[in-house]
């Protein structure tokens, strides 16, 4: 089978490095598997060559393999970077990584560092477009606690898969990992590469398989795990006929001309799309095949042609266009996307909870329902759309298609349909070129009883994801030692919004009233509230992001003083500035002494108001 590492090279491969194991060693079939599959080429020393198995992997070391394994090409930019020269040898492999969405760009890269287990874990999870959020398959590790918050997702997601095991019952996230060890871990998630054009009637038995290579055919071929078409297939084609898949198909290569899924007996159950922003992808179902769950979750735009049962737009700032496509379920939970539907395209029901989304039906296309649940969203086109219901968050909903009703909930704001103002509670009916509309206005009657208060209260505050002591009411036990910006997060539960625009806040203050850090937005619509509310645990180091991404930040919303957190707030350094106010935390924590406790206030104010304050205690 091409790809797969042949018994009779073992003694080559044993020639090839002078530390080579010994072929009964624990890692030497992994070792020969990345060399075989060209994801290791070793070290070049005093005349002699080396693979340096016991090595810690750098960061760079671990972006080169994954670039290999994917068969990566294009590189981004490394404007900004600080820590990468361009002479350096992994320049573009680090470009190539930034641009796979395997590392995240920063001033600070560092290349030479040795990666710890969960850095390793994130950026293969990251490959492997694998995330979630219950964090209950690592409970089986009784150093759980030491999982940074911001890996939790991704290395649940990868213990859930069966990728990650640990040994003794830990996981040892923290530590190092050797080439051997990340070697084995490569082996364990991949099966077969298959560099070679050319169509295939047979691939491994068991285990996930990546094809690296534009023009590859599967031909009635089972693949007992992943299907990944590869970052290297790039603009090709990968055809797919008549194969059976039981994990999933992940496209991360393949451009217009496309990936294929054809004959009668194909079974793949599951597609993630996810190239990078270097191209568009077409996904083209032939007659007779029918994808059920089809996730978009990548940079690229996308073409859909032929029949699916679910399409989940995931990713924001991204165009999906169904092209003479049957759908019979299409949700939209990324934001400032845009979905056509174009052809003899249908769609039984679009449902959109991303913000600012919009939704084009062009001529001939048509959708039985539409349900808007995010503020800004669009309906438009000259196609058919039946009805759109505008439910709670839905404010400032457009509606223009042709002959649509259009329902309003009670508790939504700004709706126009056909141009004209649709109230909250009523209904409209869109003339025959959506230019125009026939609105109802709701029923009045008795009754009354007002609107409840708005409420705020803590779910839980954590540290690494591990439920922190509590002393009396709203007091938090902390090991100052170990709790930092960035593993330290809260959880708020917020209830009894209404439609209006929000101020939202966070302080941390000391027991003089001193402030030490702050960070405010403004401009924060109902569903920005509601989207707080099932945000989950965010990280104290976060709450700037999280601010910048939900509202409008004026110039002097983040305030502190790196240098004594003490002091007033008068002379404070001023400005948007997310670095400085997450240095801010980190001096907070930093300088805490033994009992010493900070008040935290969360406070919103505008269309309601609530404000709740708790206390964070440095242990004795």
Same mark, same amino acid.
């Given at each position: 089978?091409?790809?797969?590492?042949?018994?009779?090279?073992?003694?080559?491969?044993?020639?090839?490095?002078?530390?080579?194991?010994?072929?009964?060693?624990?890692?030497?079939?992994?070792?020969?598997?990345?060399?075989?599959?060209?994801?290791?080429?070793?070290?070049?020393?005093?005349?002699?060559?080396?693979?340096?198995?016991?090595?810690?992997?750098?960061?760079?070391? %671990?972006?080169?393999?994954?670039?290999?394994?994917? *068969?990566?090409?294009?590189?981004?930019?490394?404007?900004?970077?600080?820590?990468?020269?361009?002479?350096?040898?992994?320049?573009?492999?680090?470009?190539?990584?930034?641009?796979?969405?395997?590392?995240?760009?920063?001033?600070?890269?560092?290349?030479?560092?040795?990666?710890?287990?969960?850095?390793?874990?994130?950026?293969?999870?990251?490959?492997?477009?694998?995330?979630?959020?219950?964090?209950?398959?690592?409970?089986?590790?009784?150093?759980?606690?030491?999982?940074? @918050?911001?890996?939790?997702?991704?290395?649940?997601?990868?213990?859930?898969?069966?990728?990650?095991?640990?040994?003794?019952?830990?996981?040892?996230?923290?530590?190092?990992?050797?080439? !051997?060890?990340?070697?084995?871990?490569?082996?364990?998630?991949?099966?077969?590469?298959?560099?070679?054009?050319?169509?295939?009637?047979?691939?491994?038995?068991?285990?996930?398989?990546?094809?690296?290579?534009?023009?590859?055919?599967?031909?009635?071929?089972?693949?007992?795990?992943?299907?990944?078409?590869?970052?290297?297939?790039?603009?090709?084609?990968?055809?797919?006929?008549?194969?059976?898949?039981?994990?999933?198909?992940?496209?991360? *290569?393949?451009?217009?001309?496309?990936?294929?899924?054809?004959?009668?007996?194909?079974?793949?159950?599951?597609?993630?799309?996810?190239?990078?922003?270097? *191209?568009?992808?077409?996904?083209?179902?032939?007659?007779?095949?029918?994808?059920?769950?089809?996730?978009?979750?990548?940079? @690229?735009?996308?073409?859909?042609?032929?029949?699916?049962?679910?399409?989940?737009?995931?990713?924001?700032?991204?165009?999906?266009?169904?092209?003479?496509?049957?759908?019979?379920? %299409?949700?939209?939970?990324?934001?400032?996307?845009?979905?056509?539907?174009?052809?003899?395209?249908?769609?039984?029901?679009?449902?959109?909870?991303?913000?600012?989304?919009?939704?084009?039906?062009?001529? =001939?296309?048509?959708?039985?329902?539409?349900?808007?649940?995010?503020? @800004?969203?669009?309906?438009?086109?000259?196609?058919?759309?039946?009805?759109?219901?505008?439910?709670?968050?839905?404010?400032?909903?457009?509606?223009?298609?042709?002959?649509?009703?259009?329902?309003?909930? @009670?508790?939504?704001?700004?709706?126009?349909?056909?141009?004209?103002?649709?109230?909250? *509670?009523?209904?409209?009916?869109?003339?025959?070129?959506?230019?125009?509309?026939?609105?109802?206005?709701?029923?009045?009657?008795?009754?009354?009883?007002?609107?409840?208060?708005?409420?705020?209260?803590?779910?839980?505050?954590?540290?690494?994801?591990?439920?922190?002591?509590?002393?009396?009411?709203?007091?938090?036990?902390?090991?100052?030692?170990?709790?930092?910006? =960035?593993?330290?997060?809260?959880?708020?539960?917020?209830?009894?919004?209404?439609?209006?625009?929000?101020?939202?806040?966070?302080?941390?203050?000391?027991?003089?009233?001193?402030?030490?850090?702050?960070?405010?937005?403004?401009?924060?619509?109902?569903?920005?509230?509601?989207?707080?509310?099932?945000?989950?645990?965010?990280?104290?180091?976060?709450?700037?992001?999280?601010?910048?991404?939900?509202?409008?930040?004026?110039?002097?919303?983040?305030?502190?003083?790196?240098?004594?957190?003490?002091?007033?707030?008068?002379?404070?350094?001023?400005?948007?500035?997310?670095? !400085?106010?997450?240095?801010?935390?980190?001096?907070?924590?930093?300088?805490?002494?033994?009992?010493?406790?900070?008040?935290?206030?969360?406070?919103?104010?505008?269309?309601?108001?609530?404000?709740?304050?708790?206390?964070?205690?440095? =242990?004795?």
């Amino acid at each position: 089978i091409p790809g797969v590492f042949a018994q009779d090279a073992e003694t080559d491969v044993q020639a090839m490095f002078e530390d080579m194991p010994e072929a009964n060693y624990w890692s030497y079939a992994s070792l020969s598997a990345a060399v075989e599959n060209g994801l290791l080429n070793g070290f070049d020393l005093d005349g002699a060559h080396y693979i340096k198995p016991e090595a810690a992997l750098t960061r760079a070391q %671990m972006a080169t393999i994954v670039n290999r394994a994917f *068969g990566a090409k294009v590189a981004a930019t490394l404007a900004g970077v600080a820590d990468v020269p361009s002479y350096a040898w992994y320049a573009n492999e680090m470009a190539k990584a930034i641009h796979m969405g395997t590392f995240m760009r920063d001033t600070k890269m560092r290349p030479d560092d040795s990666i710890t287990r969960q850095e390793a874990f994130v950026v293969l999870a990251r490959a492997f477009v694998l995330k979630q959020n219950d964090t209950a398959p690592l409970n089986v590790f009784s150093d759980k606690a030491q999982i940074a @918050s911001w890996a939790l997702p991704e290395l649940s997601a990868m213990k859930a898969a069966g990728y990650i095991q640990g040994s003794g019952g830990m996981l040892h996230p923290l530590d190092t990992i050797t080439r !051997a060890e990340f070697a084995t871990v490569m082996d364990n998630m991949v099966k077969q590469y298959i560099d070679v054009a050319g169509t295939y009637t047979e691939v491994v038995a068991e285990g996930n398989v990546i094809v690296r290579v534009p023009g590859v055919t599967l031909d009635g071929v089972d693949v007992d795990g992943d299907l990944v078409i590869g970052d290297g297939v790039g603009d090709g084609n990968a055809y797919l006929n008549n194969i059976a898949v039981s994990g999933r198909a992940l496209i991360r *290569g393949g451009g217009e001309n496309s990936v294929v899924f054809s004959g009668s007996a194909t079974d793949v159950r599951n597609i993630v799309i996810s190239r990078s922003s270097d *191209g568009r992808v077409r996904i083209l179902t032939e007659e007779g095949v029918v994808l059920a769950e089809a996730e978009v979750a990548g940079d @690229s735009d996308v073409i859909l042609e032929g029949t699916f049962g679910s399409v989940t737009v995931v990713s924001d700032n991204v165009t999906v266009t169904a092209l003479d496509a049957t759908i019979t379920d %299409m949700s939209v939970p990324g934001e400032d996307s845009v979905v056509i539907l174009s052809g003899t395209t249908t769609v039984e029901n679009v449902a959109i909870s991303g913000t600012q989304s919009e939704l084009i039906v062009q001529e =001939d296309a048509s959708v039985d329902t539409v349900e808007i649940s995010a503020p @800004s969203v669009t309906v438009s086109g000259t196609g058919t759309v039946e009805n759109v219901e505008v439910q709670a968050g839905g404010d400032e909903a457009s509606i223009t298609t042709p002959n649509t009703v259009t329902t309003v909930s @009670s508790d939504v704001e700004g709706v126009t349909a056909g141009g004209e103002d649709v109230p909250a *509670g009523g209904t409209a009916t869109n003339n025959s070129t959506g230019t125009d509309a026939t609105v109802t206005e709701p029923s009045t009657g008795g009754g009354g009883g007002g609107t409840p208060a708005m409420a705020i209260s803590i779910e839980e505050v954590a540290v690494s994801g591990v439920e922190i002591s509590r002393t009396g009411t709203g007091v938090y036990i902390i090991d100052g030692t170990t709790a930092t910006k =960035d593993n330290t997060s809260i959880d708020v539960a917020i209830t009894n919004t209404r439609a209006g625009l929000y101020n939202a806040s966070l302080t941390i203050e000391n027991l003089h009233g001193q402030t030490v850090a702050h960070a405010e937005t403004t401009g924060l619509k109902q569903a920005y509230i509601n989207a707080l509310d099932v945000f989950g645990a965010v990280t104290f180091g976060d709450i700037a992001g999280m601010f910048d991404k939900l509202g409008t930040v004026s110039p002097d919303s983040y305030y502190l003083d790196p240098s004594d957190p003490s002091a007033d707030v008068d002379g404070k350094v001023t400005g948007n500035d997310e670095t !400085a106010f997450r240095s801010a935390i980190e001096n907070a924590f930093a300088l805490m002494d033994d009992g010493e406790v900070y008040i935290v206030t969360i406070a919103f104010s505008g269309a309601a108001s609530a404000s709740l304050p708790f206390q964070i205690q440095k =242990d004795f």
